[in-house]
C-alpha cells in the first residue's frame, strides 16, 4: 500500500466504505480494509441494499450501514447522521 494512503488511514477517525458490487475483488479495497481494522478504526459502509457484506467485515467496528445510495446530497447527509449518532454515543 502507498504511504500516504497507509498514513491517511492511519489519521483518519473513521473508515468510510462505499461498498461496490466487486469491491471484494480489489486487492487494494480489501489491503484498505484489513489494515483499518486492524488499527481498530470504526467503520461506516454504505452500499446498495441488494449487496450483501462481505466476510472480510466480520470482527470490524462497524458504525452503521446505509443501504440507500440515492443522490450525493442524499448520501452525505445520511453519512452525516450516522458520524453524529455514533459521535454522541
Known sequence: MQPELTESIE???IFL???SEYYHEDPECIEQ???AK???KPMLI???INLVIPDIFERCIIIGIINELESAKETGK???ERLNKWKRS
Do not use: E, H
Open 17 to 19: 466504505i462505499v461498498l
Open 46 to 48: 454504505v452500499k446498495d
Open 78 to 80: 445520511l453519512i452525516r
Open 38 to 40: 486492524n488499527l481498530g
Open 11 to 13: 489519521k483518519t477517525d
Open 33 to 35: 480494509v484489513l489494515y
